[in-house]
Nanobody, 126 residues
């Protein structure tokens, strides 16, 4: 499974960005994967941001982004999205999308995800 993240950039505080993550692989069904977004701020550990269930019916968020970020997916397009509103300087990070093949295991833990995109940089200026 190959994941390609895009949509990062430089934005002022209070602004918005939408990240996309397109999946591609032969013999692979995107809807079989639980999808997550993680981020790694400069000099810090990678942290959970948001996740969406296989059908898109359930979503999960870190407390720090709840109410500002929205995760969604389009299984026809094999793409997961992260809409980020009211961005803050502390949201500055490299954002990664990830795919989880097993139903068991924590959706909040990076180690439970099997495939990762290359990351896209989001910089929020104050």
């Amino acid at each position: 499974v190959q994941l390609q993240a895009s949509g990062g950039g430089l934005v002022q505080a209070g602004g918005s960005l939408r990240l996309s993550c397109a999946a591609a692989a032969s013999g692979y069904t995107f809807a079989n994967y639980f999808m997550g977004w993680f981020r790694q701020p400069p000099g810090k550990e990678r942290e959970f941001v948001a996740a969406v269930s296989w059908s898109g019916g359930a979503t999960y968020y870190a407390d720090s982004v709840k109410g500002r970020f929205t995760v969604s997916r389009d299984n026809v397009k094999s793409t997961v999205y992260l809409l980020m509103n009211n961005l803050k300087p502390e949201d500055t990070a490299v954002y990664y999308c990830a795919a989880k093949s097993e139903a068991l295991g924590s959706r909040y833990s990076a180690s439970e995800y099997d495939y990762w995109g290359q990351g896209t940089l989001v910089t929020v200026s104050s």
